[in-house]
């Protein structure tokens, strides 16, 4: 029995920031402002800063296997562990894609040997391997592209669709975009010229039409589903007619940035969603506001600059954005965007609840001591090449952030701690308590 007490700090959860000493037993919160007289083999000083949840991503792109000259499973949870994040959910387009068990049984065990904090990773859909996914329990959830994709991960046939949503039982998460439109929309623009073009290929009509399908399936299913990077007005206004059992997310991009961004940062920021328009950018905001979108994740999607480079079309869709994610919110925060309570529900308390995640998801006695020690009044300076993962550039290049991650702790085990990393392997799997739709 080991325990561990962080004195000092200001707990940042869902309803308020209190001052309190938090006791660590074995990995997991034992007890907040415990009596003076506890036994403790530790101590850390945490006075003056915040400790926050740990945060948890449930949408990366780490790369392994297959194109880890941009990102691989250890860099990218440890520029995870740098941005507070303790917990991440991967997706299958990888090379090869995670479309079968023995694939998903090669992630985990490159996960085991690699990652600094903990994992989970989604079954990929193809249309063709339903049956795998009607028995897989290890996966976090199913995904499926709805649009945007390579390989045999392109799901568009409505029959398939209906087989997924009715014979699966795991979670659904979709990227929505319509197929049809987009290359309609890129037939109109000669494929597309400039950046910019890319704004109007992906645009917010295709983004809702396919939205508004893909919660048509869930609803008359009664299949739980959650939509991933809401980009749009257009898609808020869908989500608001959903089933209570279709959740979704914002991600930093399209929160910071929107299409008056391409003429100063170029391809860095092309991704798929495409950007949208100032308001859209508003309504997403406005969307976490009234619980219309209910978690935050990352999309974290690196690709490397000389990739990034060429000319558009031919530049990648995707950035790196785990290792900011809390001081990206901090700096939002300190600009009156938000608040910490929010920071700590729409990063932590929401994804725990949609995931149906073990142990994780705030700080409270009897879960996992997963959280961050913060200095919400130091600064964060983003440098290209000084970056942790692995694609080491930024869009958020020459920005100063309020806001410095410390160190963070995966079940009460410094993880990262002032550019210091636990050893590869330290993380562990996530573990779900599945519910009903």
């Known amino acids: 029995m080991s325990r561990l007490l962080i004195r000092g700090g200001h707990c940042v959860r869902p309803d308020g920031v209190t001052q309190e000493n938090i006791l660590i037993e074995d990995g997991r919160f034992l007890d907040f402002d415990p009596p003076a007289t506890v036994h403790t083999d530790d101590v850390i000083d945490a006075s003056g800063k915040h400790v926050f949840p740990g945060l948890i991503d449930d949408q990366v792109h780490f790369r392994e296997p297959g194109l880890t000259h941009k990102e691989d499973l250890r860099t990218g949870s440890m520029a995870a562990a740098k941005g507070g994040v303790t917990a991440f959910m991967e ?11 023995g694939a998903l049984s090669a992630k985990l065990a490159r996960a085991k040997r690699s990652c600094v904090v903990d994992y989970g990773f989604f079954a990929g859909a193809t249309g063709e391997n339903t049956a795998w996914l009607r028995e897989e329990t290890r996966a976090c959830g199913i995904k499926i592209f709805i649009g945007s994709s390579t390989g045999d991960l392109l799901v568009d046939e409505q029959e398939a669709l209906e087989e997924i949503f009715a014979q699966t039982c795991l979670p659904i998460a979709a990227h929505c975009e319509d197929e049809t439109l987009v290359r309609a929309n890129a037939v109109a623009l000669d494929g597309g010229r400039v950046i910019s073009d890319h704004s109007k290929i992906r645009n917010a009509e295709a983004a809702a039409k396919s939205a508004a399908r893909t919660i048509d399936l869930a609803r008359r299913h009664k299949h739980r589903f959650h939509l991933l990077h809401v980009s749009s007005a257009a898609e808020c206004d869908v989500l608001r007619e959903r089933p209570e059992w279709v959740t979704a997310e914002a991600c930093p991009h ?14 860095r920021v092309q991704m798929n969603p495409a950007l949208k328009s100032p308001e859209d950018r508003e309504a997403v905001w406005a969307a ?14 690196p690709h490397t600059l000389e990739e990034k480079d060429q000319p558009y079309p031919g530049s990648p869709s995707g950035l790196p954005s785990i290792e900011w994610l809390l001081p990206l919110m901090i700096d939002a925060a300190s600009d009156g965007r938000c608040t910490f309570e929010q920071i700590a529900a729409w990063g932590a308390a929401n994804p725990a609840k949609v995931w149906d995640l073990k142990g994780k998801g705030g700080l409270k006695p009897g879960l996992d001591a997963d959280f961050s020690i913060v200095d919400t009044e130091a600064e964060s300076k983003v440098q290209d090449g000084s970056q942790v993962t692995k694609c080491n550039w930024s869009p958020w290049h020459g920005s100063t952030l309020r806001g410095m991650v410390c160190s963070t702790w995966v079940r009460g085990l410094r993880a990262y701690h002032e550019g210091q990393f636990a050893d590869p392997g330290s993380g562990q799997p996530l573990q779900y308590e599945r519910g009903e739709a």
Do not use: K, Q, V, W
């Open 254 to 267: 399209h929160l910071f940035f929107d299409t008056t961004d391409y003429a100063r940062l170029g391809s």
């Open 288 to 301: 976490l506001h009234d619980g219309t979108i209910e978690l935050l994740a990352t999309d974290h999607a």
């Open 91 to 101: 997706m299958p387009n990888t090379s090869p894609n995670t479309t079968s068990a």
